[in-house]
Every structure is written in C-alpha cells, then in structure tokens.
C-alpha cells in the first residue's frame, strides 16, 4: 500500500507571497493531520480534517487553512508569508476506529520563505 | 496542559550498546503514547504505540517501550544499537478531545559511534 504522499518536497517562496501544500493520504484513510516542524519549536499540530470537515486546529494565525477533498486529499494554505514560516511541513493520516490516533506521515515539504 | 518532556536532547552511543531514551508527559487520564523516528530530510516512522493493556510494548526495528504510570514515563529501549539507528527520536501523547491531535517533546538526536 503506497505511503502519504506530499508535493511539492520544497519550495521557495518570498515574503509576501502565497503558497499551497499538497498531501495524499494512504488509501482507505480518511484523516488528515498537518503538523509544523522548526528547530525553535519542534513539531506543532496545525489541523486536522475527517470527511472534508476541520475537527481541530493549533495555535496558529488564521494565515494558515486547510481544506480536504472527498477523496480525503488535503491541502493547507499559508497567506501573507513570513520569515518564521520556513519550516517542514508534515501531513498524517489515519483510520477512524479503534486506531484512529495512530498517525502515518509523509516525508514533508520543506518551505522556505526568503 | 498536556506535555511530554525528552530531558535528553542528544545522547551518543557506540555500536553493539544498549540505549534507552527518556519520555516523560503530563495528562490527566491513561494516555495514548508514540515514539517516532526522524531520519535526516524525511517523515516520521511510528516506531511503537501504547494505547491499553500490557506496558510493555514491542515495535519495530528491534525497539521496546514500558509504560509506567506511576513515574509518568514511556521510555524507548534497544538492547544493541546499530549504525543505522543514528536518526532523531520524538515522543508524543495523543491530546484531549481527540481527533487525531499529537503533542510531541523536542525529541533526541541519537549518534551511534562505530
């Protein structure tokens, strides 16, 4: 079964501007989480999507959203860059169940703001 | 407010020794527990997962954690290390109110000496 998968890897982007994450998550899994990884502050929760529905979200601007699709494809958005927003970005996803809160991630795209 | 602390932000040790990793979180009831793994430029791999039942939990490459409430810790254990575990260790705890929400510790940088 193929992996969560996100695109793009990187990118660059000026302050300012716009940008959109793409992530596909594993077949038959319909939650998905997205997490921001800084050397300052870790790995923070972003979102989370089920059935194209934010059931959750962090502590973060409302510069940051998200969307998810009824294929449970997700993107996230971030408006009006900052330098503080160069990160790696890490999509998850999961079953619902039993299991729900065991997360699988994809290898991330890392975003740098110039 | 939940937390998982990682006291150790980087730990070395040679080839063939035994390694054990600290976590230690804060939350109210019986909680969810995760260690992750981090190779340099990639996603994150669920190593092992806590959830009920026995606190002694195997997972993969080789590695074991123990629950034990009473000191609040979920540390991860490898009886002999190999090169190739050199890589970055998170440990997360599923939040309150569910959803899919991980809150991680600033996570340990392991180097393995040959």
């Known amino acids: 079964k193929a992996g969560v998968t996100q695109t793009p890897r990187y990118l660059i982007k000026t302050r300012g501007q716009q940008v959109t994450l793409s992530c596909s998550p594993i077949?038959?899994?319909?939650?998905v989480s997205w997490y921001q990884q800084t050397p300052g502050q870790g790995l923070q929760f972003l979102f989370e999507?089920?059935?194209?529905?934010?059931?959750n979200k962090g502590n973060f601007p409302g510069r940051f959203s998200g969307r998810q699709f009824s294929n449970s494809r997700s993107e996230m958005n971030v408006s009006t860059l900052e330098l503080g927003d160069s990160a790696l970005y890490l999509c998850?996803?999961?079953?619902?169940?039993?299991?729900?809160?065991?997360?699988?991630f994809g290898p991330g795209t890392r975003l740098t703001v110039t | 407010a939940q937390s998982v602390t990682q006291p150790d932000i980087h730990i070395t040790v040679s080839e063939g020794a035994s390694l054990e990793l600290r976590c230690n979180y804060s939350?109210?009831?019986?909680?969810?527990l995760f260690w992750y793994v981090q190779s340099p430029g990639q996603g994150l791999q669920l190593l092992l997962k806590y959830f009920s039942g026995d606190t002694l939990v195997q997972g993969i490459k080789g590695f074991e954690a123990e629950f034990k409430r009473s000191q609040s810790s979920f540390n991860l254990r490898k009886p002999s290390v190999h090169w190739s575990d050199a890589a970055e260790y998170f440990c997360?705890?599923?939040?309150?109110?569910?959803?899919?929400?991980?809150?991680f510790g600033a996570g340990t940088r392991l180097a393995v000496h040959p």
């Open positions: 939350y109210g009831a019986t909680p969810y």
């Open positions: 997360a705890v599923g939040a309150t109110g569910g959803y899919n929400k991980l809150i």
């Open positions: 998850a996803s999961s079953l619902e169940g039993g299991k729900g809160l065991e997360q699988y």
């Open positions: 999507y089920f059935s194209e529905t934010q059931r």
């Open positions: 077949s038959g899994h319909r939650s």
